[in-house]
């Protein structure tokens, strides 16, 4: 246990739908990030929030569009998705700046578009 | 942040020390040596991480070259459950807990 949770665990959705995805943490850190894995391929950051602010969007399609309302939760929405969405979806958290900011991980949200 | 060279797989057998190697020839003066690792269809999970000096924790040890260019991470005493994906990671100090991922190694441990 991380500190860090994600859900649902697994989600299927079709094409037109819309979903949302969810992260938690109590650790009390500032930043908040989410990050995608395909299969075969090493995650790829997505989005960084600090202190619920988005500093970073790594060129992300508008289909998938975050929100951080406070410093505790962190929402991916998800509309109109494609098939080659699906993917391991992981949520991170960490304190802030400074070398001992390791992130802690939630254990993500398997995501199938059919 | 700087760019990491890690050998795509390796074995080791339980009990036994495994040693992941990972180059870094460009690594900044500012940038820590961080590693990571994978467990199948899990979050990455945090296991070490250091500047210049050696380090120990509970789970494993960080040698880091004089030159920094390369650095190794030992786990002591391998056992099943440490079968994963390790990355090694270098990023700067100031860019909070953003990591950028390789490929990593993957680690077999087998009885």
């Known amino acids: 246990e991380t500190g860090v949770t994600q859900t649902p665990r697994h989600l299927v959705m079709g094409m037109t739908n819309k979903k949302s995805l969810k992260c938690e943490q109590h650790l009390g850190h500032n930043a908040m990030y989410w990050y995608k894995q395909s299969a075969k391929k090493p995650l790829e950051l997505m989005f960084v929030y600090n202190f619920k602010e988005q500093t970073e969007n790594n060129s992300v399609p508008s289909r998938f569009s975050p929100e951080c309302p406070n410093s505790s939760h962190l929402f991916l929405h998800l509309h109109t998705l494609q098939p080659e969405d699906s993917a391991l979806y992981l949520c991170?958290?960490?304190?802030?700046?400074?070398?001992?900011?390791?992130?802690?991980f939630g254990q993500g949200t398997r995501l199938t578009v059919v | 942040d700087a760019k990491t060279t890690q050998p795509t797989s390796m074995d080791c057998a339980e009990g036994r020390a495994a040693n992941l190697p990972c180059n870094h020839s460009t690594i900044s003066g500012n940038e820590y040596v961080y590693w990571y690792r994978q467990i199948h269809s899990q979050g990455p999970q945090y296991i070490i991480h250091g500047l210049k000096n050696n380090e120990t924790n509970e789970m494993a040890s960080l040698i880091i070259t004089e030159d920094r260019k390369s650095s190794t991470l030992i786990l002591p005493h391998a056992t099943l459950r440490d079968t994963a994906v390790y990355y090694c990671i270098v990023r700067v100090v100031a860019s909070y807990g953003k990591l950028t991922f390789g490929q990593g190694t993957i680690l077999t441990v087998h009885p």
């Open positions: 991170a958290s960490s304190p802030g700046q400074g070398p001992n900011t390791e992130a802690f």
